[in-house]
C-alpha cells in the first residue's frame, strides 16, 4: 500500500507540490519507505551459514585436540598416573556433544594439561606446534560460538526499527489522508483512495475525505 501510494503520488507531482504540508508529508513518507525495505533486506541475513561453518571449526578443533588426548592419555597409563588419565579420558563424541561451549573447554582443557606436561610428552608425538595449533583452532570455533545468538538479537532489534518505521509512515499518511481532499482534484483523489484501499486491516485509516465538488455554472 506504501508503494501504491507512493506511486501515485510520483506520477503527480504538479497537483500536490504545491501545498508544502502535503509535500513535506510525502517525502517523510518516501524515507520511512526506503528506511523499511533497508531493514527488511538486512533482516534476511541466515544463519543456517553460519551454523554450518561452526559445526565445521567444532569438527577441526575436536579432531585437531583428540590426538593430543590420546598422546597425554597414553602417557598417564605408561606412568601408572591414574588422576591424569582419567582427566584425558575423551572420545571424539565427548569432545563433539554437549553445549557449544562445552566442548571448547575441554579442548583447551586437553591442550593446558598436555602444555603443562609438554617437556615429557616429546616420545608420545605432541610437540609445541602442535598444540599452538588445537589453540588456533579453539579460538577460532569459540569466535564462531555466539554468533547465532548474536544474529538474532540484531534481528529483533531491526524487527523493532522496521515496526517504528511503519508507524511513522502512517503518521505522514495521516497527515497526507487529511490533506489530500484541499488539492480540489478528484482524479488524484480517486487514484489516492484505491491506493490506500489495497492493504484491508483493522490498522488501516479511514479513507481520506473527498475534495469539494467542482462547482457548476
Given at each position: 500500500m506504501y508503494l501504491a501510494v507512493e506511486g501515485i503520488c510520483a506520477a503527480s507531482p504538479t497537483v500536490w507540490q504545491s501545498l508544502e504540508a502535503f509535500a513535506d508529508a510525502f517525502a517523510d513518507l518516501k524515507t520511512h519507505i526506503t528506511n523499511i525495505q533497508n531493514f527488511a533486506q538486512s533482516r534476511e541475513q541466515d544463519t543456517s551459514g553460519i551454523a554450518a561453518d561452526k559445526h565445521a571449526a567444532r569438527a577441526a578443533m575436536c579432531n585437531a585436540a583428540l590426538p593430543v588426548a590420546r598422546a597425554v592419555h597414553a602417557y598417564a597409563v605408561k606412568t601408572?598416573?591414574?588422576?591424569?588419565?582419567?582427566?584425558?579420558?575423551?572420545?571424539?563424541?565427548?569432545?563433539?556433544?554437549?553445549?557449544?561451549?562445552?566442548?571448547?573447554?575441554?579442548?583447551?582443557?586437553?591442550?593446558d594439561i598436555a602444555n603443562a606436561n609438554l617437556g615429557l610428552l616429546a616420545p608420545y608425538g605432541v610437540t609445541a606446534a602442535r598444540l599452538a595449533t588445537v589453540a588456533m583452532m579453539i579460538t577460532a570455533y569459540s569466535s564462531l560460538v555466539s554468533k547465532p545468538r548474536d544474529i538474532r538479537a540484531q534481528g529483533k532489534t531491526i524487527t523493532d526499527s522496521i515496526q517504528a518505521e511503519f508507524t511513522a509512515a502512517d503518521d505522514a499518511l495521516t497527515l497526507m489522508d487529511d490533506l489530500v481532499g484541499q488539492l480540489g482534484n478528484p482524479k488524484f483523489w480517486s487514484d489516492y483512495t484505491n491506493a490506500r484501499d489495497i492493504v484491508d486491516t483493522p490498522a488501516s485509516h479511514a479513507s481520506p475525505t473527498p475534495p469539494p465538488a467542482t462547482p457548476h455554472p
Open positions: 601408572n598416573n591414574n588422576q591424569l588419565a582419567g582427566e584425558i579420558d575423551f572420545s571424539l563424541s565427548d569432545l563433539m556433544s554437549g553445549r557449544d561451549v562445552e566442548s571448547a573447554v575441554h579442548c583447551q582443557n586437553i591442550h
